[in-house]
């Protein structure tokens, strides 16, 4: 008895085992395994029967997965021989998909690096930018005072460390020719609020705030030291003054950007630990625990209080911006936009190659229904038609991943070097996963229903349907779906595109209010050791604009003391005289030379502009622009008016007011800003060079003039005006040339699509056509019966891409510029351009269905 | 069920045979047996040395059906022994001269042993 029980036991454990065999197998064996496997326990007894049971079982186990192996490569040999058969079919199929697995990986693979990969800095979450706002007048990011700093380390108590930082530009000699290098000044938390290990050496100890110390990064470190670890102890001469090195960040140390060489101890000098100006940057390190939003509440509190304390700081508040937001979040929009845009085309690559399969399913039925009349069953014909489907993808992926590091590397190749985020791109192996995942999903869900449809055709509807009754009507509907979510799709992409576009070519087209062409400039700064005295560094521009003046070909020199299409210039709160209080909304300071409006050719509005007769000892003057004038003289004339830009500082005459410029950039607004002339503060830094040929052709010479005069100063980039103009917007162009393409290609797979569902439609109907045609239609119905296919199609799927469009435009809203999202004339040109694709698309098969022989056709049958 | 045989394969083709496969072929070399039947025949051909799990015997009876090596008979054999749901095998002219050419193979390779004096040069 208990043999017998433990028998039909051991049968069932080994028949549940066989299931692990591919289904067509276990039918084809199972049974006879069965049979000789309860042989083989009943020649046996005991431990020997027990093991002999053990071992069937485990056999089975480890012959199964061999089994779905043969299975699978019996299916792939099909597969591939398929693709050798159908070469066309193959390679569109596989282009397509490699195209959209490539390009999403490449640019999810970039959105990735920015929006989610871990910030090289330990505990990165707990940092943050702290900046002062001022709601009322617009600003969100300023920078703050420094007893403003003392205040909030005082208060705050949820925020461990407060670091301040501001950058300079000092000269380094000694080391080469001089250059100007870019350094941070920071407080010596800095490395406490933004945590990282040098790679050599140590960073600032918290008493070094007075010391001559200095922390290198990784690239300067390489540059001017190959690298050798002895550079600790060396010193550096920073505007002439020594500086000990005493560490080297690592190269993915860029904090608060890449472009800095090192960071030196910030000193504030004693007028500025009390100056009310707005100099420093602000980094906090929350305490453990500590969101950002308690954080930020606990800010804003105080931003109150101290607010309610003093009138000064009534408009301003505090914001906390995480350190991953500060670095990306002026490109969120544009990456989001871009990763958005390429999906669509990934999505419509797959739905296209659903498409191909549909119709080759709906092709493939008369072979099928002969090989299922053959015996094989319509589970194993799914399994073979998916493995095709599959097999398309996988290669369709294989390529794509080619596809994918290429487009990074053309990425790189083609992006303007402002774009400097994207230069530690690389194709990221996640997103790729993620990239063929969703090709491979789509194909399995666009393969699997084709497949099981076609593998369930019988001998009796494949042989009515070659008579031309067509009962593929099914097929036909999920087509015209799949080809309507494309249009869909590529409605919302062409509709982005043309947004974007159009805010490119507003972009371009906005008035600055000077005139940038013709203009060379460069920066040229002066070290404070070697020309302390104002009258010294007077003497050297005098001296320089004079020799620039004499170069043959140049038309006019002028000299600010910021460079334009760059930041905005320091500004301050002002007191105008005669009112008691002082104005918040900050005033902008250029110092310029006497040539500078003339040069840039900024119209005089009212009054004039510096003369000679401003010199260092007559009346001190201020220009002001149109906005400043009309926001606090409403009506009045401000000429002769008198203001100050500090509590103790001297009274400025307003002697002119000159028109607005956008001297930012042409993506920022209008400032309320003041010019002052370099005679009575000699604060030039920037040199501007007029020429009626090629400013490019000037800079040796005026590199020249300046060594003539002082051998050992160094020169910045000499670059014309225009060219920083066409940098500003070159990241703008560079999205919307990415946008243009994904676009395009959206597009030229829409209409493969497109032209694919008519041109099955036409064949399918190809009997249809015949019979109306010889009973009397003329060829203008049949085309008016195509023609109507296609409406349908292109109505429905433009009607729900511009909807799409609609909601997704307020959401990147903040990338347009001199654009409503919601622009009737944009939306015209995305309806006229999918109508024509669409129209282009149906010409050929249009032209087909007209040309049907009905005596041909019918006969033929 | 009918297999498809490949167009002129040559018996080299196949050779060396795995050891399983060469057992089972020889199984067959005198007479056609089902599954069970080949098992037996092999434990008792080897004193029990090789014993063919189930799975292993219909892994190796699969691949020999695929190559035209084998082939499974319509009509039982001897209906008054066996079970009728058993199948039969039974080895194709083809299978034959494989089995022949890969146990002249491996005659051969003994020949060189002898020769080379590391076997003993008789029985």
């Known amino acids: 008895m208990p043999s017998i029980r433990s028998e039909s036991w051991a049968s069932a454990v080994f028949k549940a085992a066989l299931h692990l065999y591919p289904r067509a197998y276990r039918e084809e064996y199972g049974r006879e395994m069965t049979l000789v496997f309860m042989d083989r326990l009943r020649e046996s007894s005991g431990v020997g029967r027990a093991w002999a049971a053990f071992i069937a079982i485990v056999s089975v186990m480890v012959d199964a997965p061999g089994q779905h192996l043969q299975v699978l490569a019996q299916d792939l040999r099909l597969a591939i021989r398929l693709v050798q058969r159908e070469k066309g079919f193959a390679i569109a199929a596989i282009g397509t998909l490699a195209l959209g697995i490539g390009l999403t990986s490449a640019v999810f693979s970039v959105a990735k690096l920015l929006l989610i990969d871990p910030l090289p800095y330990r505990e990165a979450d707990r940092a943050a930018m702290v900046w002062v706002t001022n709601p009322r007048q617009g600003f969100d990011r300023d920078f703050t005072s420094y007893p403003r700093l003392l205040e909030w380390r005082e208060h705050s108590r949820l925020i461990e460390t407060f670091a301040v930082f501001t950058y300079r530009r000092p000269v380094l000699t000694a080391l080469g020719d001089p250059e100007l290098l870019r350094v941070v000044k920071a407080t010596p938390e800095f490395f406490r609020v933004v945590k990282a290990e040098p790679v050599v050496g140590r960073l600032f100890a918290a008493s070094e705030e007075q010391a001559a110390v200095a922390v290198l990064s990784y690239g300067f470190w390489q540059r001017k030291f190959g690298g050798q670890r002895t550079v600790v102890g060396q010193t550096v001469r920073l505007d002439s003054s020594p500086y000990t090195v005493i560490g080297v960040m690592p190269p993915s140390f860029q904090f608060p950007d890449r472009g800095v060489e090192a960071w030196v101890p910030l000193q504030p000098a004693p007028e500025e630990r009390t100056s009310g100006a707005f100099w420093l940057q602000t980094v906090a390190r929350l305490k453990p625990g500590v969101s950002l939003a308690q954080a930020q509440a606990e800010m804003s509190a105080i931003a109150a209080r101290l607010g309610a304390e003093r009138a000064g700081d009534r408009d301003l508040g505090i914001a906390l911006v995480s350190l991953r937001d500060e670095l990306a979040l002026p490109l969120k929009p544009a990456l989001l936009v871009l990763s958005a845009a390429v999906l669509g085309v990934l999505l419509i690559a797959c739905v296209n190659v659903a498409g191909m399969l549909a119709a080759r399913g709906a092709d493939r039925r008369h072979e099928v229904a002969i090989r299922t009349a053959l015996g094989a069953s319509r589970r194993r014909i799914a399994r073979q038609l998916l493995t095709e489907a599959v097999t398309l993808f996988f290669l369709g992926g294989v390529l794509g991943v080619a596809c994918g590091s290429l487009a990074v590397r053309l990425l790189l190749q083609v992006a303007p070097p402002t774009v400097s985020w994207l230069r530690d791109a690389s194709l990221d192996g996640s997103m790729l996963t993620l990239a063929i995942a969703m090709a491979a999903l789509t194909g399995l869900v666009f393969g699997v229903w084709p497949s099981w449809k076609a593998a369930g055709a019988e001998v009796a509807d494949v042989s009515s349907a070659s008579k031309g009754v067509s009962r593929s009507g099914l097929s036909q509907r999920f087509r015209r779906t799949l080809v309507i979510s494309e249009v869909a799709i590529a409605t919302l992409l062409v509709s982005s595109t043309n947004l974007m576009i159009a805010s490119l070519l507003h972009a371009q087209r906005v008035e600055l209010g000077f005139e940038p062409r013709g203009v060379l400039t460069g920066r040229l700064q002066l070290p404070p050791s070697k020309y302390q005295e104002s009258t010294v560094r007077q003497a050297f521009w005098d001296r320089l604009i004079e020799r620039v003046s004499a170069i043959p070909g140049v038309t006019g020199v002028a000299a600010g003391s910021n460079v334009l299409l760059g930041r905005l210039p320091g500004s301050t709160a002002f007191w105008i005289e005669g009112r008691p209080e002082v104005i918040q909304q900050p005033l902008t300071t250029d110092v310029v030379s006497r040539d500078f409006f003339r040069l840039l050719q900024i119209p005089l509005l009212r009054g004039r502009t510096f003369s000679a007769a401003d010199g260092p000892d007559s009346q001190r003057v201020i220009i002001i622009n149109e906005t400043t004038a009309r926001t606090h003289w409403p009506g009045a004339d401000p000429i002769g008016q008198r203001l100050k830009l500090g509590e103790d500082a001297p009274w400025l005459t307003v002697i002119g007011v000159v028109a607005d410029t956008r001297r930012a950039g042409v993506e920022h607004s209008v400032f309320t800003e003041s010019y002052r002339p370099h005679t009575q503060d000699p604060e030039l830094s920037t040199l501007l060079v007029r020429t009626g040929g090629n400013p490019s052709a000037l800079a040796a010479a005026v590199r020249a003039a300046v060594h003539e005069i002082d051998p050992e100063q160094p020169v910045g980039q000499l670059v014309p005006l225009e060219g920083l103009l066409h940098d500003q917007i070159a990241g703008r162009r560079f999205s919307t040339w990415l946008l243009t393409a994904f676009g395009v290609s959206a597009l030229a797979l829409t209409a493969i699509g497109l032209y694919g569902l008519l041109a099955y439609l036409v064949a399918a109907r190809r009997h249809e056509i015949a019979v109306r045609l010889s009973v009397g239609a003329t060829p203008r119905d049949i085309l008016t019966m195509v023609l109507r296919n296609v409406s349908f199609v292109l109505v429905i799927g433009l009607s729900l891409g511009l909807a799409g469009a609609l909601m997704t435009a307020t959401g990147f809203r903040g990338m347009l510029f001199g654009i409503t999202p919601w622009s009737p004339w944009s939306q015209a040109t995305t309806i006229t351009v999918l109508a024509l694709v669409a129209l282009t698309a149906a010409w050929i098969p249009a032209a087909r269905a007209m040309r049907v022989d009905p005596a041909i056709v019918l006969r033929s049958e | ?123």
């Open chain 2, 1 to 123: 069920m009918p297999r498809q045989r490949r167009e002129g394969p040559e018996p080299d083709d196949f050779l060396p045979l795995p050891g399983d496969t060469f057992d089972v072929l020889v199984s067959l070399a005198d007479g056609d047996r089902h599954g069970y039947a080949i098992l037996r025949e092999i434990a008792e051909r080897t004193s029990g040395r090789i014993r063919l799990s189930p799975s292993t015997l219909y892994a190796v009876i699969r691949r020999l059906l695929e190559s035209g090596l084998i082939e499974e008979l319509s009509e039982r054999p001897d209906p008054a022994h066996d079970d009728e749901r058993r199948r039969y095998y039974r080895l194709t002219v083809l299978g034959r001269r494989v089995a022949q050419a890969e146990a002249g193979r491996l005659s051969r390779l003994l020949a060189n042993a002898r020769a080379s004096g590391l076997l003993p040069g008789r029985r």
